[in-house]
């Protein structure tokens, strides 16, 4: 086995001592460049790796990162870390990824076991209160994706989903549509509330009185897309085109109109929200408000790391793109 080198190594090749080696490693020590660069020589020739464990004790930092998800297993959010897991990609950071549930006593719990093990956090979602949230932030860097921490609005990176959402449904009335059913998220999330806002002031704005029949709420997942569709043609009122309010209901109404012999877009067009990966595979694919996730993701962790070296971030709220597929065509 070959034998590991140390940093005992590297101050003899370097002719330094262990506590100099320790020092630039650590980024903290005041010496000559001619002994810098003869211990950065002797650790390139050595292919010595530091201990970031010891490093972080002599920062008094813990070197990583806490990113509090909602659902790791949703594609949704899995975009967003995997673009966090870039940015952290060449640094002495690692993520730490923990699940809320949706439950803000799961997020509280999440949040409480981190605490002491992280040195920043990020926050995706959820429903734990502002001012919970503040607190944290007043002792710990926080950067925010998807939802707004008092206090600290300018560490938020902020969705417009109401105004994706009126886009879409213009897009929708632009085809000729004019009875568009709404398969809303659930009634207590801000994006869903966002979304369902923006569906009625498109309406409003073409001068379409909304049938409320053709609103039905979902929970985000796909089997409540599926659900929907059921309830939707339970009631018997005309629609000829669907807007949900996330991709994955999307994807369970488009399966439901499938089992049911009703063709997506010729006879139903079928428009989501968040470009999701799997959204442009659908059959057929799908019209949708692209949340660019991984970006986001990419740049909140980006923005975490310069708060963690004192700099200040101000972000800044975007609004989301339409991507037109075949999943929409013009009212027949």
């Not at 262990?18 to 460049?33: C, H, K, L, Q, Y």
């Not at 981190?114 to 990020?122: A, E, F, P, V, Y």
């Not at 807007?243 to 997506?264: C, K, T, W």
């Amino acid at each position: 086995m070959k034998k590991k080198v140390t940093l005992f190594d590297v101050a003899q090749a370097a002719g330094v001592s262990p506590s100099t080696v320790s020092r630039i490693v650590a980024g903290t020590a005041r010496v000559s460049e001619k002994k810098r660069k003869q211990v950065e020589e002797a650790i390139a020739k050595l292919k010595y790796q530091p201990n970031l464990v010891a490093k972080g004790l002599v920062q008094g930092r813990t070197l990583s990162l806490g990113v509090l998800t909602q659902d790791i297993a949703s594609p949704f959010y899995g975009a967003a870390l995997l673009g966090i897991q870039e940015a952290l990609r060449g640094t002495d950071y690692i993520p730490v990824f923990t699940d809320g549930h949706w439950q803000p006593e799961d997020e509280a719990q999440a949040i409480q076991r981190l605490m002491g093990r992280i040195d920043g956090l990020i926050i995706m979602g959820g429903h734990l209160e502002g001012d919970s949230l503040s607190a944290i932030a007043e002792s710990m860097p926080i950067i925010s994706i998807g939802r707004t921490i008092p206090g600290f609005e300018h560490h938020c990176v902020l969705i417009d989903n109401y105004q994706g959402a009126k886009n879409i449904v213009h897009y929708l009335f632009e085809l000729g549509h004019r009875r568009i059913a709404h398969i809303s998220g659930p009634a207590d999330h801000a994006d869903a509330l966002e979304r369902l806002k923006g569906y009625h002031d498109a309406h409003k704005e073409f001068g379409i009185e909304v049938d409320e029949r053709l609103i039905v709420q979902g929970d985000f997942q796909e089997a409540s897309g599926s659900l929907a569709i059921a309830t939707l043609l339970e009631t018997r009122a005309n629609f000829t085109a669907i807007f949900a309010s996330n991709d994955q209901m999307a994807y369970g109404a488009r399966l439901a109109l499938y089992r049911r012999g009703i063709r997506v877009p010729e006879e139903i067009s079928l428009v989501g929200f968040d470009d999701t990966r799997t959204s442009e595979y659908m059959m057929p694919p799908l019209t949708t408000v692209r949340q660019p996730m991984y970006e986001l993701g990419l740049l909140a962790a980006q923005s975490l790391l310069t708060l963690l070296d004192g700099e200040d971030v101000t972000l800044e709220k975007i609004t989301p793109q339409l991507v037109i597929r075949e999943s929409a065509s013009r009212a027949r």
